[in-house]
């Protein structure tokens, strides 16, 4: 037969081949666990989650391949970090002695410098693994640029955390370069105002890049966040993005030189090729949204008021093909965005609209009507563009580009259903009318209102009139089905609002979860002496509880008389208290124990 233990020694010597605890790791690369940290940020390796644990109890520690440490052994720069011990030395008793003069000057010249320009090409190798990943940069870069720039942080590039980082006037030029070029480039797609910060979406190269503006307030930076560990994701998005910009600009300028030179070989090359090998649909349905995308306000002239997020809005008309101007009594300008309830003073011939009016244009593709945005009128529902009409399991209203919102004075309740009276007295065959059937908006001339006014008794009016109740008998079958899947939408989501409204917690118990999950979260970050001491904390917890539950049930049981407290004297003359059943008389008896074994010396006495 096999012995067991034989089995979990083996599958711990192989568990130990293949993974490292973040400290033997550090312990290996002979640095401390924060250059540990930070050099795995900057190359790339992150914590893995072995499948199989021969340990049970080792399941919150931090584990790394074998392989990934082994290649950081080989890594130039890992002496310059562990250069860096003796260089916070020098730096810390300067800035001790309030030497800052001599902690500049230990910056300038004593200060190591890691390479992280070849960090770059190592990890992307081409530009559109690159142009792939940009999205954290992007949004990281956003992030940094808002925050005030004397952020304290250990960073390995910045130095010491009583020194700025100095990295706040790289971001807020990133975060310009990047807007130009979205702008000139008119890669904008989607946009959308969230309570978390504007969302953008553009497409690259066949790559969709999607990013997060935070909201510029005053923000309050909570202690739980490890700064430290943000700013050297920073140090290497900033020389990252900085090298995708200028390869996205290079490529521009080459576009539009190849462009403006006419009889270009290589455009005339690129022409044959198109030729030869049409375009596919998609394609083709890419290029003209890019094209419908581009000249969507390309006749307007905009003014922004001081009041509205002017930046975002900027970026959003110039992208899609308008002007911006700051003068306010041009007399080109066809509309103004305005935040405010009232306007002092209003011109005729310009539309005045609420920023909302930009984004919903943006994402449903058309110039939408401009009087529900007006200046005090409350706003239609801001829906997101992003994303799938079905998340998970729940059924999510999204943003519908080929639906235009309604009509100023439409009743809402009306949805889904047609307007087929016609009752026009004007003669003008140009005009037209909405007519709103379910969720598709037709338009309908003068010219076929006619034909449904038209009372010949010819064959071919028959005809007609057979296929128009035909067609009207097929909409009104499919308008029941929409009010009944209507119907039935409402009807789910009023079951969700109870249920929700029934498992509502206690602000306590809210506040447990919360403290549970954020223990869980930084339980693997945590030292193995903290782990064990939160453990044993946690048994000496539980001991506790399940005491004070046992006092808890003997509570009851003598509060509801079924048991009683009895005493007995024991031949030492103390009094043994215990609990009884009422009904039986008499008093349990005594446990007889074992005497102990008499040893030869109480045996030889005994003789005696």
Not at 66 to 82: A, K, S, Y
Not at 173 to 190: D, I, M, P, Y
Not at 296 to 310: A, H, N, Q, Y
Not at 396 to 416: F, H, M, W
Request: charged share 35%.
């Amino acid at each position: 037969m096999r012995n067991p233990l034989k089995g979990i020694a083996e599958r711990r010597k192989s568990f130990k081949r293949g993974y490292l605890t973040r400290g033997q790791a550090a312990r290996k690369l002979q640095i401390s666990n924060k250059d540990f940290q930070r050099l795995c940020i900057i190359k790339g390796i992150y914590p893995r989650q072995p499948k199989n644990f021969p340990d049970p109890g080792k399941k919150n520690r931090m584990y790394y391949f074998t392989r990934d440490i082994n290649w950081l052994l080989t890594e130039p720069n890992l002496e310059t970090v562990r250069q860096f011990k003796s260089y916070k030395k020098k730096l810390a008793k300067n800035v001790g002695r309030q030497e800052y003069y001599g902690a500049k000057q230990t910056i300038r010249k004593k200060k190591p410098e890691i390479s992280l320009p070849r960090i770059v090409k190592e990890r992307y190798p081409t530009f559109a693994e690159a142009l792939r990943d940009i999205d954290d940069a992007l949004c990281h870069v956003h992030l940094y640029s808002i925050l005030p720039p004397t952020l304290k942080s250990t960073s390995l590039v910045d130095g010491h955390h009583k020194l700025t980082t100095g990295q706040s006037k790289k971001c807020k030029k990133l975060v310009t370069q990047w807007r130009e070029f979205v702008v000139k480039s008119g890669c904008l797609r989607k946009a959308f105002i969230s309570i978390k910060g504007y969302y953008y979406q553009a497409e690259l190269q066949g790559e969709t890049i999607t990013w997060v503006v935070p909201f510029e307030f005053a923000n309050k930076r909570p202690k739980t966040i490890n700064y430290t560990a943000m700013i050297a994701f920073l140090d290497f998005y900033v020389v990252y993005l900085g090298f995708v910009l200028f390869k996205l600009e290079a490529d521009y300028e080459q576009k539009l030189k190849a462009e403006a030179v006419e009889g270009d070989p290589d455009a005339q090359q690129q022409d044959e090729h198109t030729a030869d090998f049409p375009l596919t649909a998609e394609q083709q349905q890419a290029k003209n949204t890019k094209n419908k995308i581009t000249n969507l306000f390309s006749d307007f002239v905009f003014c922004l008021g001081r009041e509205t997020p002017s930046k975002h809005l900027d970026m959003i008309i110039r992208a899609c093909g308008g002007t911006v101007v700051k003068d306010r009594t041009l007399s080109s300008i066809t509309h103004e965005v305005v935040d405010r309830p009232k306007p002092l003073s209003m011109i005729d011939g310009r539309d005045y609209v609420q920023p909302q009016w930009i984004w919903d244009s943006l994402n449903a593709k058309k110039i939408l009507i401009a009087e529900p945005y007006g200046p005090g009128k409350q706003l239609p529902a801001h829906l997101s563009p992003f994303g799938d009409k079905r998340l998970g399991d729940k059924d999510v209203i999204l943003y519908d580009a080929t639906n235009p919102l309604r009509a100023p004075g439409e009743d809402a309740d009306q949805d889904g259903q047609a307007d087929n009276k016609s009752e026009d007295t004007d003669s003008n065959a140009s005009e037209q009318r909405e007519t709103e059937i379910g969720d598709n908006v037709y338009l309908q001339s003068s010219d076929e209102e006619d034909m449904y006014d038209n009372d010949d008794d010819d064959d071919d009016d028959d005809q007609e009139e057979s296929k128009e109740d035909a067609a009207t008998a097929k909409k009104a079958k499919r308008l029941e089905k929409e009010k009944q899947k209507r119907e039935q939408h409402m009807e789910k989501q009023e079951k969700e609002k109870a249920g929700k409204n029934s498992k509502k917690l206690t602000k306590q118990q809210a506040e447990d979860i919360k403290k549970k999950e954020r223990i869980q979260m930084l339980l693997p970050m945590a030292s193995a002496k903290k782990r064990k001491l939160y453990d044993y904390v946690k048994k000496n917890e539980a001991y506790r509880d399940k005491k004070i539950a046992q006092l808890d049930t003997k509570r009851q049981k003598l509060a509801q008389g079924d048991v009683v407290v009895k005493s007995r004297v024991s031949k030492g003359g103390s009094t043994q208290v215990f609990l009884a059943d009422p009904n039986k008389a008499t008093l349990p008896p005594k446990k007889k124990g074992k005497g102990k074994k008499k040893g030869k010396k109480s045996q030889a006495k005994k003789k005696e």
